[in-house]
């Protein structure tokens, strides 16, 4: 059974009550509670009332959770994905620059309200400021896309429709400026594709950013790439690496495509995303390497990769 925790050993942290954390994430409360007691997913505080209380790490775990299930992952599952995910970031990132609870939710803050008032300057300046405060892959990953998220899953109402246009625009523009700029000499030379149907546009160009390091230059081929054609994309680029980017539920024979697939090829196929994290296991030992959706291991193993080192 779940252990629950006291609520006078969290003081030192903002507490959320269960309609709170329904309003964040468009969980409703029975839910909740069945993700708790039946799977031990999460591990609300309680208090001495019995009330449930969550904190903002509670509210991430939630929206991983509601991200595997709308991919097609049985909640039953989800769990140990989530668990293993993890372990395997926790090894290969090391050390890595985040942003406390207090810092990103006042940056997100002002992130929503410039994107209510459809305020593109006020944007603008936020977006410089945080880029100021800590590193790309930071902002990205951890500041920008989780709001972006946030209004993905509203994005279906009156209003939030209008304001997830105005911000997915925005931070295209912004990714590609930042990808386009970090072409320069490298050692290496990466193309990256999205999967038929695996991601959303910025989901991708995002992934690249995030992959772009001194030692790789990245290129992107536009949404809809043609798996079957890229043989023959590859053998007039003649990238150092093709990287496959996805995050949806692999399919029944998805390892087998991705075999046949890079039998076709002169360099080494990587899958990177939510998909890679999912088909990681099923995958070891095969000439397809798996990358991730975290951005630190994500661009490490890239580099590893390329570097010939990684032992798959």
Excluded at 152 to 168: I, K, N, Q, Y
Aim: one cysteine or more; glycine letters at 8%.
């Amino acid at each position: 059974m779940t252990q629950l925790r006291s609520a006078s050993s969290e003081n030192d942290e903002e507490l959320l009550p269960i309609r709170e954390v329904s309003r964040l994430t468009g969980v409703n409360s029975v839910t909740l509670r069945a993700w708790e007691r039946r799977h031990g997913l999460i591990t609300p505080i309680r208090t001495d009332g019995g009330h449930r209380l969550y904190t903002h790490a509670d509210v991430a775990t939630v929206r991983s959770i509601l991200m595997w299930t709308e991919r097609g992952v049985a909640i039953s599952k989800v769990g140990k994905i989530l668990a293993d995910t993890r372990d395997l970031n926790a090894k290969a990132r090391g050390p890595l620059s985040v942003v406390d609870s207090a810092g990103k939710e006042a940056w997100q803050g002002r992130l929503r309200q410039a994107t209510e008032n459809f305020d593109e300057r006020w944007l603008d300046q936020i977006y410089d400021q945080v880029l100021f405060a800590y590193p790309v892959s930071v902002v990205f990953e951890q500041i920008l896309m989780p709001v972006w998220y946030d209004l993905v899953a509203r994005h279906d109402a009156f209003g939030p429709l209008s304001e997830w246009l105005f911000f997915d625009h925005f931070l295209r523009g912004h990714a590609l400026q930042r990808l386009t700029s970090a072409r320069a000499d490298a050692d290496y030379r990466v193309l990256v594709v999205a999967m038929p149907g695996g991601c959303r546009e910025l989901e991708l160009w995002v992934a690249a950013l995030l992959m772009t390091s001194e030692r790789a230059s990245i290129s992107v081929l536009a949404p809809g790439q043609p798996l079957e054609e890229l043989g023959l994309v590859c053998g007039k680029i003649k990238p150092d690496a093709l990287v496959l980017f996805s995050d949806q539920l692999p399919s029944a024979d998805f390892n087998r495509k991705l075999e046949r697939l890079a039998l076709g090829l002169a360099c080494p196929l990587l899958l990177a995303g939510k998909t890679a994290d999912m088909a990681q296991a099923s995958l070891q030992g095969s000439v397809i390497g798996c990358l991730s959706s975290d951005a630190g291991v994500m661009q490490q193993r890239l580099q590893q990769f390329l570097a010939g080192r990684l032992d798959t």
